[in-house]
């Protein structure tokens, strides 16, 4: 599975993003997609992520502002990002789940300025 990520960037406090991932390859087999942060200094943690059957969770962080969705292809999966906030800045990777093996894309970088 290849995983491509785009739509980060620079933008104001308050101020939205939107993030998408495109997967290739064995698409099919992937259970969960979902997207990781990493902010200078700190661990990669998980922002969102969504199941092959819909169900979504989020970062008790990012709850109420960020959204995300899976595309009508299937093989792309957005994160809306709304009321950005200096504590969003970091790289963010979009990950791809089969079984218990996980993948990555490159990351892109969003930074929040105040």
């Known amino acids: 599975v290849q995983l491509q990520a785009s739509g980060g960037g620079l933008v104001q406090v308050g101020g939205s993003l939107r993030l998408s991932c495109a997967a290739s390859?064995?698409?099919?087999?992937?259970?969960?997609k979902g997207w990781y942060r990493q902010a200078p200094g700190k661990q990669r943690e998980l922002v969102c992520a969504?199941?092959?059957?819909?169900?979504?969770n989020y970062a008790d962080s990012v709850k109420g502002r960020f959204t995300t969705s899976r595309g009508n292809a299937k093989n792309t999966v957005y994160v809306q990002m709304n009321s950005l906030k200096p504590e969003d800045t970091a790289v963010y990777y979009c990950?791809?789940?089969?079984?218990?093996?996980?993948?990555w894309g490159q990351g892109t970088q969003v930074t929040v300025s105040s």
């Open positions: 390859g064995s698409i099919a087999s992937i259970n969960r």
């Open positions: 990950n791809a789940l089969i079984g218990v093996k996980g993948y």
């Open positions: 969504i199941t092959s059957g819909g169900s979504s």
